[in-house]
C-alpha cells in the first residue's frame, strides 16, 4: 500500500488539490459503479481494470486510479465523481 509520506506529496495534476487515500468500503463502491458502467474516466471510457486503492480530490470529486500500488495521475485516467457519490463526508 501506499505510504502516508507519499501521500502528503502527491497532489491533483489538475489542480494542485491535496488527495486523500479512499477507504476500502470507497473503492468497492467505485468498483461496483465501474463494473456496471455508471462511472467513466475524464474522456468519457469505459473503464475494465478495478481499483485496488484510489487517491480522491475531495474539491473536485475526482479519483485517481492506484493499481498495484502504483498511482496514476495521468489526468485522463481520473474518474469524476457524481456530487454525493458517497453522500455527506466525502471520503472522509
Not at 14 to 26: F, K
Not at 56 to 82: C, F, K, M, T
Request: glycine content about 10%; some cysteine; aromatic content about 4%.
Amino acid at each position: 500500500m501506499l505510504e502516508s509520506k507519499l501521500i502528503d506529496m502527491l497532489r491533483c495534476p489538475i489542480d494542485g488539490s491535496r488527495l486523500h487515500l479512499l477507504t476500502d468500503d470507497e473503492v468497492l463502491r467505485i468498483n461496483s459503479a465501474l463494473e456496471s458502467g455508471n462511472l467513466r474516466d475524464r474522456l468519457d471510457q469505459r473503464i475494465s481494470c478495478p481499483l485496488d486503492a484510489g487517491l480522491l480530490n475531495r474539491q473536485a470529486n475526482r479519483v485517481y486510479p492506484v493499481r498495484g500500488g502504483i498511482p496514476s495521475l495521468v489526468s485522463d485516467e481520473a474518474v469524476e465523481l457524481p456530487e454525493g457519490f458517497f453522500g455527506e463526508g466525502l471520503g472522509e
